[in-house]
């Protein structure tokens, strides 16, 4: 999945970065324009669609659940019922404050912030349920789609992507009980722990491409490959910061499970990783590591 996005956005989206970045310098069309940060309450409509850049829009309603200081958290309305409550995305909200947007910042660099709210929106959308089909040993954690930091309507010379969301943003998975959406059953306790390492995870991906697009004069969006790789380092990082522990310790399986503390952490950004290096390792040849 991860693959054919950075691909369409690779064939789609590449041509009109030049414009785009005039229109940013030139402070034209939606670039001269601030948006009003939301209120608890408040619905947005967005495009959700993950297989078309600029086109075939499949618009969501969210309800913005939470608001902190620098994200801006909104729930699909057509989520599966019995999902997460207030008190768990407020508590999103607060960890990308203190935890994701520092730590992923200091090593990445600032993200853009096109629509002048100085926020991210992090969406909570079944969107992100359906791209795993039935009965599949995986499942899609979340993404973000470049699409979303282009201007929607042409602005003079510059061609615009119709069906961006015109944000710093990303998509996330939400829990399913009942299994309603592909009969792929996500407890709560599930997709919380794996939530907070996929923060990190796409966050990084937003400042990279953020950073190509209007900062540091790249024609293009990063190496896919490259790209990836910096996600993970994201989640690594926080589980540093988070556990305490840093690199270049013999972290054994022990270590982890020393304290609470540790072992949150690990669970919620180092295991991941693990996981990865484990399926590496046991059969390295057919697993890259990058797989």
């Known amino acids: 999945f991860k693959a054919e996005l950075r691909e369409r956005s690779r064939i789609e989206l590449t041509p009109l970065i030049p414009r785009a970045r005039s229109a940013r310098q030139e402070n034209a069309g939606r670039f001269s324009l601030s948006v009003a940060v939301p209120q608890v309450g408040d619905l947005m409509n967005l495009n959700a669609n993950s297989s078309s850049a600029c086109a075939n829009a499949t618009i ?43 730590v992923d910042t200091l090593n990445f660099g600032d993200p853009t912030d096109i629509d002048k709210n100085q926020r991210v929106i992090l969406f909570f959308t079944r969107a992100v349920n359906e791209l ?64 907070l390492g996929t923060l990190a995870h796409e966050f990084q991906h937003l400042i990279n491409a953020s950073r190509h697009l209007y900062i540091n ?57 693990f996981r990865r290096f484990r399926e590496f390792l046991t059969n390295t040849l057919t697993n890259s590591p990058y797989v």
């Open 217 to 273: 004069g790249s024609s293009t969006f990063e190496d896919s490959f490259l790209d990836e790789g910096l996600a993970h380092e994201a989640e690594e990082l926080t589980f540093y910061r988070a556990s305490g522990l840093t690199p270049g310790q013999n972290i054994t399986y022990q270590a982890t499970q020393s304290s609470q503390k540790t072992q949150v952490a690990f669970d919620n950004f180092g295991v991941q990783n």
């Open 60 to 102: 969501r309603t969210g309800r913005v659940v939470a608001i902190s200081n620098r994200a801006i958290v909104v729930s699909d309305t057509a989520n599966p019922p019995n999902g997460f409550t207030t008190p768990d995305f407020e508590y999103f909200g607060i960890t990308f404050d203190t935890l994701v947007y520092p």
């Open 132 to 195: 795993t089909p039935p009965s599949q040993n995986f499942y899609v954690g979340g993404f973000f789609f470049g699409r979303d930091l282009f201007p929607t309507t042409a602005a003079g010379t510059v061609e615009g992507c119709a069906t961006s969301n015109f944000a710093e943003m990303f998509y996330l998975l939400v829990p399913d009980p009942a299994g309603v959406v592909n009969q792929n059953v996500r407890t709560a306790d599930f997709v919380r722990t794996v939530t």
